[in-house]
């Protein structure tokens, strides 16, 4: 906490402060989510590393309060993710929201309803007014069996994007001038509910979230799920072997497109995002790799 008093006569009053557990933001923005109530975590599969969050409810999700970094404006953005639902049946199930949590303002938002026919996906953008801006389907229904799903949201060029299993699964034109920037201090972004409100995601588990002021191509989409769907595998490993996350050396094999990491506890080699085996020896001061051979130090 800190005061922004500089003179005589000025002072801050903290009156009522609230210490929350927040799960971490692996990005290089570092900013941590609240977590409200008990957010479940879980493996994506049998013995892999990978964890998802959820089921939720409007009183058990993650919620980020107001952040100018999710301003696009008039702009590209892009949400990606990965969810597991049956929800979507008989009711809707929010994904994500930004916007407003007092009433149904989402500047943007991305969930799963049985409006149009059960398991329809949705990506939407709104006026600061709570009516419908865009609203985009996905042109199939049905993707509430319980399985694994890639999602990205995108509006680009005037242009909102859903893909689906790495593939664009739907496009509409949108409003130019129209602005996801209005909500001011009042906006949060949620996962899992809108709020407090509705919409909670009873039914649904959801992992790798990515929210972007770029817009991938439709070539990179499909790199990212090709790459990602390798981590629901059963006994997937994705991270850096023992409990260091302090990189020593680094090496990369060209001739089998592996990267060798190493820290205190021993290599780890991995294959895209994949790690495919370790050591378990420690690694101080580098890694050579070439057709196949390593040594390290």
Known sequence: ???????????SVFDFVVLREAEEDMSINNKGIDVHGTVP????????????????????????????????????????????????????????????????????????????GSGNIRFVIKDNDGSSNTVLNSAQQGWNDGKWHHYVGV?????????????????????PTHSVTWGGMSESFDIGSVGTLANGAENTELTLMKVSGDAPTDEQVKKIYNDEKKLFAPNA?????????????????????????????????????????????????????????????
């Open 237 to 297: 490993k994705c991270t850096l072997y023992g409990s260091s996350d302090t990189v020593t050396a680094v090496a990369y094999d060209d001739s089998t497109d592996t990267v060798y990491a190493g820290t205190s506890a021993g290599r780890s080699d991995f294959t895209g995002l994949n790690r495919i085996n370790n050591t378990t020896s420690a690694v101080t001061a580098a890694i050579s790799a070439s057709n196949g051979l390593v040594v390290d130090e």
């Open 41 to 116: 975590k879980q493996a994506v599969a049998s013995g892999a590393e990978l964890v998802s969050y959820g089921p939720f409810s409007t009183t058990n999700r993650l919620s980020s309060q107001y952040s100018q970094d999710f301003n696009y404006g008039t702009g590209d953005y892009s949400v990606s993710l990965w969810f597991k639902t049956t929800g979507g049946a008989s009711s809707s199930e929010q994904f994500f929201r930004k916007g407003t949590p007092s009433n149904d303002y989402g500047a943007f938002e991305g969930y799963v309803t049985h409006v149009g």
């Open 155 to 175: 509006r680009q060029n005037s242009v909102l994007k859903l893909y689906l299993d790495g593939r664009l699964n739907n496009s509409a034109a949108t409003d």
């Open 1 to 11: 906490l800190t005061s922004v008093a500089t003179s005589a006569s000025r002072y």
